[in-house]
C-alpha cells in the first residue's frame, strides 16, 4: 500500500513539473513547416558551400543529437552546417540495443526509490518515443517484450510498474499481458524452467539506429542544411568578439583544410565532448565521463521471431536482454560496463573477456540442455555512452541524466541523453543557441516533434512492400528490406535494381544468399554519402554488425560496385578491402583479441599433424581455409574410423569451433583429429581442463555496473 501511495503522489507531483521541463515550446501551438527546400545535395555541393557561407550555426558531431540538431536547426530556418570526422552515427549512435525504450529500469527506480527524477524521464521517454514513431513511421515498429517472473511477490510488483508504464505511454500504445511459467516456456523455448513463476509481455519500439541517424541527417540536408562526413574538426576559430566563430576541419578523405564560420558552434561529439571543449578553453573542467557496453548477436534460434525478453533481475545480480533483430538475436548483460575517461579516443573494440562474460550470462538463463557455443557469436560490438558528470548543473536539471553547457567563448557543448531523446536533446541545444548566438529564426519553436517526418516517410505504409513484388518482381523479403529501410523512396531505388538473370525474381540481384540486400542498396548508399567500404558494409548495409564472416565473403563485390560509382582504382580498392577487414577484425569480433580455443594444444606427434593437414588441403575447397562437417565425416571413415562418432563430433566442436557452424577451419580439424587420436574421453576431459584454465585467467576482472540513472535508464 505504501509503494501505491508513494507512486500517487509522485505521479501527481510530476504532472505539475511536466509542463517545466520539456514541451513549452509547444504550448503555442504546432506551425506548419514548408516543404523540404532541395534534393539531396552532393558532398562536393557542400564542401563549396563550406568555403564561401556565413552559416547561422555549424554542428560538431554526426551522432543522433548533431544529426538531430541539424534537422531541428534547419527546419526553424536557420542557415546550418554539419561535419562529422567518421561517417554519421558511426560510433554510439550505430551501436544500441536497437530499442526506443520507455525506461523501465527507471521506472523501478521512480517507485523503489521514490525518485521524481527518474519518474520525469520515463515520461519523457514515452513521450519521445511516440514523437519519433511519428518522424519516422517507417524506420520503427513495436516489438513484444517478456519479462519473467521468478518469484510470486514479484508479480504484484511487475503488475504495478507496468501499469503505470501503460498508463503514461501516449493513446494507442499496446497494454500488457500475463502469461503462465508454460506458456512463457512455450513462447521462449531454451528459457530456464527452473523457478520461472510466470511472465508479463509488453511492447517496446525497436528500429534501425544507424539509418535512423543516417535518415535525420539526410533529411536536414534536404531542409538546407550544408552536411559532411569524414570532415574532422582540427580547431576552433574565433570571431573579433573573442566567441568562438567557426572551425577549421580537415576532409579526411583528400586531406584540404576548410574554415567553416558560423555565429554560434553546437558541440554535439558524445563522449569525446571534452576534447572540443578543451580547444574553447584549455582550463574547462570535464564535463563527460562515459561507460562502456557491448552486445554480441547471435543466430535466430537464440530468441523467437517476434518477441525479445528482459530480465532485469537475474540470479547472478545483473540484468540480460535477448533481441529479434533483422533475422539475428542481439544479447546484452548491465554486468560488462565500465567506466572509462569521458575524454578517451581509444577506437570501440570488444574483447574476448566480454564475450565470454555474454556466454556466461546466456548459460546461467537458458536451459542446460541447451549448448551455448562460442561458434554461435557471429558479431561482437562496443561503444562507449556519454555521461554527464556528477555536478551542480547536472543536479538542477530536472531529469538528471544530461546536461547543456554554454562555455566561456559561447560554444554549447551536450552531453548525455539516449535515443530516446535525441530529438528533445536536439530541441534544448538549438534553442540555447538561438539564445546565445542571438540568431534571427523564422520559426522560434521546434516543429520536429509533430509537424516534421523523416524523407520517405510521407506515403509510406506497412504494406507497401506488396507493390514493390508486384510492379518489379522482386523477392518478398527483398521489398521488406527497401520499404522499411528507405520508406516511399524505396521506389527509387528499385528503378536501379539490376536484374537477376532468373526467371524469378526478375529484379534484385543479391550480394549474398542469406541477406535481402542488392546491388542498388550499394549505389543509393553512395548516394547517400557512403564514402569507404566501412560506411557502406557497417551502416548502410547492416551486414558487419549481423554477421562479420558474410561481410568479408562480400567485401570484393561492395568495393567493385563502389568503384564503379566513385571511380576508385584498383590501388584504391585493395586499400579500401584492407581497412575493411581490419574494421571487422577489431572492431566487429571477427578475431578475438585472446581467442579461448587457441589454449587448447594440439596432442599429436609432427608426423600425425603432417598427415591430417593433408588431409585438410585435399578437403578444401575453393581455398576458403574451412571444411565442412560432412565432409570430416567422410574424411574420417577413410582414416579407418569404422563409425562416425558424432556425440564426439558435437562435444568437441560445442567447445572449441569459434568460426562458423557446419565447418571447421585448420586448427579446428587438428583439434577433432586429436580426439579421435587420443580417444574422445581422454582428450575431452584434457581440452576441458586447459579452456576453464584459460577462462579462470580471461575473467579475473569483473566489471561493475553503472547505476541506473547514470545509464540513462537503457536496457
Not at 530468441?303 to 533483422?326: A, M, R, Y
Not at 560496385?561 to 578491402?577: Q, Y
Amino acid at each position: 500500500m505504501a509503494k501505491i501511495l508513494q507512486v500517487a503522489v509522485m505521479f501527481g507531483s510530476s504532472k505539475l513539473a511536466n509542463s517545466n521541463f520539456s514541451y513549452d515550446d509547444m504550448s503555442n501551438g504546432v506551425e506548419p513547416i514548408p516543404q523540404m527546400k532541395r534534393e539531396l545535395p552532393t558532398r562536393k555541393f557542400c564542401l563549396d558551400a563550406f568555403k564561401s557561407n556565413m552559416y547561422d550555426v555549424l554542428i560538431i558531431g554526426g551522432g543522433a543529437v548533431g544529426a538531430g540538431c541539424a534537422l531541428d536547426a534547419a527546419t526553424r530556418g536557420l542557415k546550418t552546417a554539419l561535419v562529422e570526422a567518421d561517417d554519421f552515427g558511426s560510433g554510439t549512435s550505430s551501436k544500441s540495443s536497437k530499442l526506443l525504450h520507455g525506461g523501465f529500469r527507471d521506472l523501478e527506480q521512480a517507485i523503489r526509490r521514490f525518485d521524481r527524477a527518474a519518474f520525469r524521464r520515463v515520461q519523457s521517454s514515452l513521450m519521445e518515443r511516440s514523437s519519433i514513431g511519428n518522424l519516422a513511421p517507417h524506420l520503427n515498429q513495436p516489438v513484444p517484450i517478456m519479462l519473467p517472473i521468478h518469484h510470486w511477490w514479484q508479480a504484484p510488483l511487475y503488475y504495478l510498474e507496468l501499469s503505470l508504464y501503460h498508463m503514461l505511454a501516449p493513446k494507442g500504445t499496446k497494454s500488457f499481458q500475463y502469461v503462465s511459467a508454460e506458456e512463457a516456456v512455450d513462447i521462449f523455448p531454451i528459457m530456464r524452467r527452473g523457478d520461472l513463476f510466470g511472465a508479463f509481455i509488453f511492447y517496446e519500439k525497436q528500429y534501425d539506429d544507424a539509418r535512423m541517424c543516417l535518415s535525420v541527417a539526410l533529411t536536414s540536408a534536404r531542409y538546407g542544411a550544408d552536411i559532411c562526413n569524414h570532415m574532422k574538426v582540427e580547431n576552433l576559430i574565433k570571431n573579433k568578439d573573442g566567441n568562438i566563430g567557426g572551425a577549421k576541419a580537415v576532409d579526411q578523405l583528400t586531406g584540404k583544410s576548410y574554415k567553416i564560420r558560423a555565429k554560434i558552434v553546437i558541440n554535439a561529439t558524445g563522449h569525446l565532448s571534452d576534447s572540443v571543449r578543451l580547444m574553447e578553453d584549455p582550463l574547462a573542467e570535464p564535463l563527460c565521463t562515459s561507460s562502456w557496453g557491448s552486445i554480441a548477436v547471435f543466430p535466430r534460434f537464440y530468441c523467437p521471431e517476434n518477441v525479445g525478453v528482459f530480465d532485469p533481475h537475474t540470479k547472478n545480480g545483473g540484468s540480460i536482454f535477448f533481441l529479434p533483430w533483422q533475422g539475428h538475436t542481439l544479447v546484452g548483460t548491465s554486468n560488462e560496463v565500465f567506466d572509462e575517461p569521458g575524454n578517451t579516443s581509444v577506437q570501440p573494440q570488444p574483447s574476448e573477456r566480454e564475450v565470454q562474460c555474454l556466454l556466461d550470462g546466456i548459460k546461467h538463463f537458458v536451459s542446460p540442455n541447451f549448448d551455448v557455443r562460442r561458434c554461435d557469436v557471429l558479431a561482437v560490438w562496443g561503444a562507449f555512452k556519454a555521461m554527464p558528470v556528477e555536478s551542480a548543473s547536472l543536479n538542477n536539471t530536472l531529469l538528471k541524466n544530461h546536461v547543456v553547457n554554454v562555455g566561456p567563448r559561447n560554444m554549447v557543448s551536450i552531453v548525455g541523453g539516449t535515443w530516446s531523446s535525441f530529438r528533445m536533446l536536439a530541441e534544448k541545444a538549438v534553442n540555447a543557441a538561438i539564445k546565445y548566438g542571438n540568431l534571427d529564426v523564422l520559426r522560434p519553436h521546434s516543429v520536429t516533434a509533430d509537424a516534421c517526418k523523416l524523407d520517405g516517410a510521407n506515403g509510406w505504409s506497412p504494406r507497401m512492400f506488396i507493390r514493390l513484388v508486384r510492379d518489379f518482381g522482386m523477392e518478398r523479403d527483398v521489398a521488406e528490406h527497401l520499404s522499411n529501410t528507405y520508406g516511399s523512396n524505396a521506389f527509387k531505388v528499385a528503378v536501379n535494381a539490376t536484374s537477376s538473370g532468373k526467371g524469378w525474381p526478375i529484379v534484385g540481384k543479391r550480394l549474398h544468399s542469406e541477406f535481402p540486400y542488392i546491388e542498388a542498396d550499394v549505389k543509393q548508399g553512395v548516394r547517400d554519402y557512403a564514402c569507404t567500404l566501412v560506411d557502406m558494409v557497417a551502416r548502410r548495409l547492416r551486414v558487419a554488425f549481423l554477421n562479420v564472416q558474410v561481410a568479408d565473403e562480400i567485401l570484393p563485390q561492395v568495393a567493385n560496385v563502389m568503384g564503379r560509382e566513385l571511380k576508385w582504382s584498383n590501388e584504391r580498392k585493395a586499400k579500401e578491402i584492407d581497412d575493411a577487414r581490419r574494421f571487422l577484425n577489431t572492431q566487429m569480433g571477427q578475431l578475438s583479441e585472446d581467442p579461448i580455443h587457441l589454449s587448447v594444444p594440439i596432442k599429436m606427434s609432427v608426423q600425425q599433424v603432417q598427415k591430417y593437414v593433408t588431409h585438410f588441403r585435399s578437403l578444401e575447397e575453393n581455398n576458403t581455409g574451412y571444411v565442412t562437417i560432412n565432409n570430416c565425416c567422410k574424411a574420417m571413415k577413410a582414416m579407418g574410423v569404422k563409425e562416425v562418432p558424432v556425440d564426439l563430433m558435437h562435444n568437441v566442436l560445442r567447445d572449441i569451433d569459434c568460426h562458423a557452424q557446419g565447418k571447421v577451419n585448420l586448427y579446428e580439424f587438428l583439434l577433432l583429429m586429436s580426439a579421435v587420436v587420443q580417444g574422445d574421453t581422454e582428450y575431452l576431459r584434457y581440452a576441458k581442463i586447459c579452456i576453464d584454465q584459460k577462462l579462470m585467467s580471461v575473467s579475473n576482472h569483473h566489471p561493475h555496473t553503472v547505476p541506473v540513472e547514470r545509464a540513462c535508464g537503457g536496457l
